[in-house]
């Protein structure tokens, strides 16, 4: 097959300001096409339902997936109960078992989690009756999770996004409780390196208080991408679905982004990052909401959306072939993961997918 640099030369792009110009334009081509991406599966999660809202991250070299919750005796539209959990599932190695190591301190789910040298970080979430403000971590050896508790958030907090930035673990968004009619758009920072100073309020995002955002660690910057803003409609809560994007550095504040070619919420997240650009994966964009009866819901859209922070640009980058929404994202052994997660409302799945980005 004719390289492109081979064709370029046959067409007449080969000396001077001429070949310099094909480099060019050939460089900027590269730039700005997506990877190439490659999904695979892991073992399944053993629990036969999964779950949405899960803790995940990575300690002792091992894949850790924590909590959640799910309908465990029949789905919601047939009047099965909600039930948060808080086993903690350990998975060594890509060819090995789960296996349960321990359990969080009381059943949780709907929280942001990360990986930060060794120890899985977890902030926030919620239980059946409440919105909790706990902030702790699990570290993984000799076949045992050990917890230790770090400062609380200042405010409870489920259904927030939250990203690392170094050594930052930044949490924007979410809401405070149970049925609550509005979103947050308030930013909160614990440095790792140095819990004890505790959490430190930033500013607000200027945009719409949100529950559902993804946020992205992206080059030394927070990104906080779509999610769903909530009103009180006739005494029903609303959500309507976002589509705006934004950046925060500490010695710029924020900064408005391009909106994302579609609206998106509960896409997984943090979102995976390459280089300079982040990946939103699937998520609800709202146009499937109402659709008769829930049990009839066709599934979440897989279409993806790739943010590139240099050139300030979207482009689209195919479909997940297995949407799910309200899950985690773990960078682990060279690929992202993706565990559990809800294929429709009131559904979860076991399946644990694992995406390669190839530059």
Not at 12 to 33: D, F, M
Not at 67 to 75: M, T
Not at 144 to 150: F, K, M, Q, T, Y
Not at 161 to 186: H, K, N, Y
Request: charged share 15%; with cysteine.
């Amino acid at each position: 097959m004719e390289s492109p640099l081979s064709h370029l030369a046959r067409s007449g792009c080969v000396t001077g300001l001429r070949l310099v110009g094909c480099w060019g334009i050939l460089a900027s081509c590269l730039a700005a096409s997506p990877a190439a991406l490659r999904w695979e599966t892991l073992p399944s999660l053993p629990d036969r339902e999964g779950f949405a809202g899960a803790f995940a991250g990575v300690s002792g070299g091992a894949l850790i997936v924590a909590g959640g919750a799910n309908f465990p005796e029949a789905k919601p539209w047939q009047g099965g109960r909600k039930v948060w959990h808080d086993r903690v599932f350990v998975l060594e190695a890509p060819g090995g078992s789960w296996s349960v190591a321990g359990r969080l301190p009381h059943p949780l789910g709907y929280g942001v989690s990360a990986s930060w040298k060794g120890a899985v970080v977890c902030a926030g979430g919620s239980e059946a009756d409440r919105h909790r403000r706990d902030v702790f971590t699990l570290r993984y050896a000799a076949g045992v999770i050990a917890l230790h508790s770090l400062p609380e958030l200042p405010i409870a907090l489920a259904d927030a996004a939250g990203a690392l930035v170094e050594d930052q673990l930044l949490i924007c968004g979410g809401s405070e409780g149970p049925g609550m009619a509005t979103g947050r758009a308030r930013l909160f920072s614990l440095d790792l390196s140095q819990p004890a100073t505790g959490w430190h309020e930033l500013a607000s995002c200027p945009g719409p208080g949100r529950i559902l955002a993804a946020a992205a660690g992206l080059e030394g910057t927070f990104v906080l991408l779509g999610g769903a803003s909530l009103s009180l409609v006739e005494d029903k809560i609303q959500r309507t679905y976002l589509q705006d994007g934004w950046a925060y550095r500490p010695d710029e504040g924020w900064r408005r982004l391009p909106d994302l070619p579609t609206p998106c919420a509960a896409a997984p997240s943090p979102a995976p990052v390459s280089g300079s650009r982040c990946y939103l994966l699937g998520g609800d964009d709202g146009s499937r909401a109402g659709l008769g009866a829930v049990a009839d819901h066709p599934g979440f859209p897989g279409g993806i959306q790739v943010f590139d922070l240099h050139a300030n640009t979207w482009a689209e980058a195919g479909t997940h072939p297995a949407p799910r929404v309200t899950l985690p994202v773990v960078g682990w052994k060279g690929r992202w993961v993706f565990p559990s997660g809800e294929s429709r409302p009131g559904v979860r799945s076991p399946e644990v997918r694992t995406l390669t980005i190839n530059p």
